[in-house]
């Protein structure tokens, strides 16, 4: 019966149609492609080039709308033609080589460098029907080299002529990531821009793609078989062919408004949203331990945070990435703040980037006295936190004070307001007069 089904292999050939692709965040694309077959009746073997190197094998989906088309087999290949595969081909075979100035018929028992050089012999050219190699002959191209990475598929048809098909597959080497820019006022006013940066490592071009981003943490099982190497409602303007937004699974769908073209290697870069006046609050955080001795004062941490709700911030969904901070300077020129890394961030939800640690703003923390107590089950310590504002206005500074979550713990007393944030976090939110400083002296109990 396989010498009968050999015997009606028919090669056809087919043409790309339109192009859909979906990328992930983490290393994965989902491709979906139309094409047109040009096939005979009965079996034929039909091979589809053009689908990337790193294309997952195990994922093909082939699909007939017509249902007159059945897949008997599917196989990919990616033995390419180089010139290792083509000596290869011809081992133990004649060959014409280039012997003291004169073209010989030899028999190739190895391939490698020539002798002397320590490089590859790398050119293949096709001569009259004939396939140099630097100084040998071949007498044709071997069946079974490729000039690309394709799918071969075994293909029942009903009937002989055009077939449209659907194909659609997973592939690796295609990633997306976003990044922000925020350029801050002196008043703590934010413009802000979000840019999606492609990344195309997968083998092969898309052209005239229908792009769709996917936001979100997706699980995939890890093989050893296969070790290769939320509503945007001012950045997505359909009039401006953006990004629109929907929500997909638990995930957030990114779809672009126009087609593109991503080529291999390439990393490319579409505006993903755009918004701008958004009140934001600049905070000087100390982070200490009800513990803690410092040897000398630190620098108070600076962060910059926005709501993201609509009529207050974006009021969008904003996928996790890098946020670049830029203010002017005196002369209106942009300069660079700092930058914090946002999660996947939901509407509704708040943002707040560490931008870095102020030159001006110093605080220090020490443990003046400690009493133990009922045979050392009690612990009363007396704390002092000394706060220094060396600019030339007031600073309100925030100090969050870490407490043994683990155990029951009070103040007893205290020379400042403070509150209980957490069942581990005591804070104080204190003004600090230019060119001042400020003492804080709290007693704590632990039991």
């Not at 983490?26 to 073997?45: F, H, P, Q, T, W």
């Not at 969008?316 to 300069?335: F, H, K, M």
Request: with cysteine; hydrophobic share 35%.
């Amino acid at each position: 019966m396989r010498t009968l089904i050999l015997a009606l292999l028919i090669f056809a050939s087919s043409s790309i149609g339109e192009l859909e692709l979906t990328v992930y965040n983490k290393n994965l694309a989902l491709v979906k492609e139309s094409r047109v077959l040009e096939i005979e009746k009965g079996v034929s073997e039909v091979s589809l080039p053009g689908v990337p190197a790193r294309i997952l094998p195990e994922t093909v989906h082939f699909h007939s709308p017509s249902g007159e088309l059945r897949v008997l087999e599917q196989n990919f290949r990616y033995d390419l033609l180089h010139r290792e595969s083509l000596l290869e081909r011809y081992r133990g075979k004649e060959v014409r080589a280039l012997i003291e100035g004169k073209w010989e018929t030899v028999r190739l028992l190895a391939h490698g460098s020539p002798s002397n050089t320590g490089s590859p012999l790398g050119r293949i050219l096709e001569v009259n029907g004939e396939i140099h190699v630097e100084d040998l002959i071949l007498p044709e191209l071997p069946e079974g080299l490729l000039l690309e990475p394709s799918l071969l598929c075994l293909l029942e048809s009903r009937r002989g002529g055009k077939h449209d098909i659907e194909l659609s597959y997973l592939s690796e080497g295609l990633e997306w990531k976003a990044d922000y820019v925020a350029v801050v006022s002196p008043e703590n006013r934010i413009d802000l821009q979000g840019w999606v940066t492609l990344n195309n490592q997968s083998g092969r071009d898309y052209l005239d793609a229908g792009l769709k981003l996917v936001a979100g943490d997706v699980n995939r099982v890890q093989s050893r078989n296969y070790p290769r190497g939320e509503k945007l409602a001012i950045g997505f303007d359909a009039s401006r062919h953006g990004f629109s937004e929907e929500s997909f699974f638990e995930y957030h769908l990114y779809t672009l408004g126009r087609r593109t073209n991503l080529l291999d290697r390439e990393q490319k870069q579409v505006e993903l949203l755009e918004s701008r006046d958004i009140p934001g609050e600049r905070d000087y955080l100390l982070r200490s331990n009800y513990g803690q001795m410092d040897t000398e004062a630190r620098s108070l941490d600076v962060t910059l945070s926005f709501p993201n709700r609509k009529g207050e911030g974006p009021g969008l969904p904003l996928p996790g990435g890098i946020v670049r901070v830029y203010q002017e300077d005196r002369s209106g020129q942009l300069q660079f703040a700092g930058e914090d890394r946002i999660s996947h961030t939901p509407e509704g939800e708040s943002i707040r980037l560490k931008v870095g640690q102020s030159f001006d703003l110093r605080g220090e923390h020490r443990v003046l006295e400690t009493d133990r107590q009922l045979r050392g089950k009690i612990i009363v310590s007396t704390i002092q936190i000394l706060l220094r504002n060396h600019k030339d206005e007031k600073v309100t500074m925030t100090v969050l004070e870490g407490m043994p979550g683990w155990k029951e713990w009070k103040i007893l007393s205290t020379s400042h307001k403070g509150e209980k944030e957490s069942a581990n976090t005591w804070k104080y939110e204190v003004e600090v007069p230019a060119k001042g400083e400020v003492v804080i002296d709290y007693r704590l109990r632990i039991s």
